[in-house]
């Protein structure tokens, strides 16, 4: 069981908007630490997708955006794509654990 | 282009150790922390250790306290992970990744491959 918790899957179609949600508690992202999220493609490595709860790496489309309120977060992407079906996983610290926590991950497939 | 490859990793019975080793190209690792992150097959992301920049700052998952030790060696550009007392649970594919995790700042700006390690009588 992952201290983050995640829907484990999500659906849209071409061109729609999706939503994932991660959600904490006040020894991770309640806490006021910063939320990050990640893209795994199907057999490949994970790549940051947002970092800073709202920060784009150079590179990643302003079609994915980073929120954070109280103790969740959520990623969206908007305009989906083939490409876009893939695991998305949030990432937080924790001062209890004193270390890093993951989300369960979650399985974006486009429709 | 920045790149970090892994290796060291293979097939040990509980109890073996293995020492896993990171070599980072395309940047400059004596400024920056490290961290090492597995993942189950067919599971999901488990963070598992993170060093600073010296090397002076090291932190471990609950899981792995003890028996595993990260280090780094700047001059050779890489970090290392030695893992003793190896258990079934350990078997899992581990990324080297860049970024540190602390207190102030805890992420991963970039992931190598990864090497599998799997754990089995």
Sequence with gaps: ????????????????????????????????????????????????????????????????????????ASLAITGLQAEDEAVYYCQSYD????????????????? | ELQLVESGGGVVRPGGSLRLSCEASGFNLEDIGMTWVRQAPGK????????????????????VKGRFTISRDNAKNSVYLQMNSLRVEDTALYYCTRGDCSPTICYMDFWGQGTLVTVSS
């Design chain 1, 1 to 72: 069981q992952s201290v983050l918790t995640q829907p484990p899957s999500v659906s849209g179609a071409p061109g729609q908007r999706v939503t994932i949600s991660c959600t904490g508690d006040s020894s991770n992202i309640g806490a006021g630490n910063d939320v990050h999220w990640y893209q795994q493609l199907p057999g490949r490595a994970p790549t940051l997708l947002i970092y800073g709860n709202t920060n784009r790496p150079s590179g990643v489309p302003d079609r994915f955006s980073g929120s954070k309120s109280g103790t969740s």
């Design chain 2, 44 to 63: 999901g992301l488990e963070w598992v250790s993170s060093l600073n920049w010296n090397g002076e700052s090291t932190v471990y998952a609950a899981s």
């Design chain 1, 95 to 111: 001062i209890s654990l004193r270390g890093s926590v993951f989300g369960g991950g979650t399985q974006l497939t486009v429709l």
